[in-house]
Structure formats: structure tokens, C-alpha cells
């Protein structure tokens, strides 16, 4: 019934910039809070940045001043402009959506997309 699809991962060298973009399709009534997560190899997934329906944001510290998150939404999107990357960024980012179905517009359900890849090299 919905889906959601990330895009824009890729391989960057230090100090560079990626963007990564988040579409959200199908039945869906309205969107709460959207979020980026990422996983690097043996460590848990952590929380980037989060942004809500009315466009107050949060961020991790590890990326304050350098990754800005956005979202349209009539559009459904949700975008992270990621700069100044650091090998340690290195990870699988993770779009994250809370969305309120046509069918069931009283509560919220938790989607994922599937990961996409961003690499920083030294």
C-alpha cells in the first residue's frame, strides 16, 4: 500500500557532498514525522536528522552544521543535503516516515526504505 524509496547514495571523496532524496507513494492520508537513519558496518543504527510535518527539525551532533534535512509536504519527500563528508559518515542511509493511511487515518504506521549506500573516502 505504500512505498517508500530512497535515492541518491553514491561514493564521494572527503569533503564532498551528496544529496539523498526519500519518496513516499501509495495510500497515503498524511505524514507525520520523516527522518534519516543510518548503519555503518557492526555498529547500530543511529538517527541523523528528523524533521516534522510543520518543519522543525533535529540532528545529531556528529552532523550539526554540515548535513541540512528538508522536506515538500505535498510531495511526500523528505531530502538530506549531506556536506563536508567524512569518512566516518560512511554508512547505509535510511529514509523513515510515519504515515497515516487512507484506510485507517487515525494511526500512524512505521515505514522504512530499504537503505542506500554512501561511502567517503580518506
Known amino acids: 500500500q505504500v512505498q517508500v524509496v530512497e535515492s541518491g547514495g553514491g561514493l564521494v571523496q572527503a569533503g564532498g557532498s551528496l544529496r539523498l532524496s526519500c519518496a513516499a507513494s501509495g495510500s497515503i492520508f498524511r505524514i507525520d514525522l520523516m527522518a534519516w537513519y543510518r548503519q555503518a558496518p557492526g555498529k547500530q543504527r543511529e538517527l541523523v536528522a528528523r524533521?516534522?510535518?510543520?518543519?522543525?527539525?533535529e540532528y545529531a551532533d556528529s552532523v550539526k552544521g554540515r548535513f541540512t534535512i528538508s522536506r515538500d509536504n505535498a510531495k511526500n519527500t523528505v531530502n538530506l543535503q549531506m556536506n563536508s563528508l567524512k569518512p566516518e559518515d560512511t554508512a547505509v542511509y535510511y529514509c523513515?516516515?510515519?504515515?497515516?493511511?487512507?484506510?485507517?487515518?487515525?494511526?500512524?504506521?512505521?515505514?522504512w526504505g530499504q537503505g542506500t549506500q554512501v561511502t567517503v573516502s580518506s
Open positions: 523513515h516516515a510515519d504515515i497515516f493511511l487512507t484506510t485507517n487515518p487515525a494511526s500512524a504506521y512505521r515505514y
Open positions: 524533521i516534522t510535518s510543520g518543519g522543525s527539525t
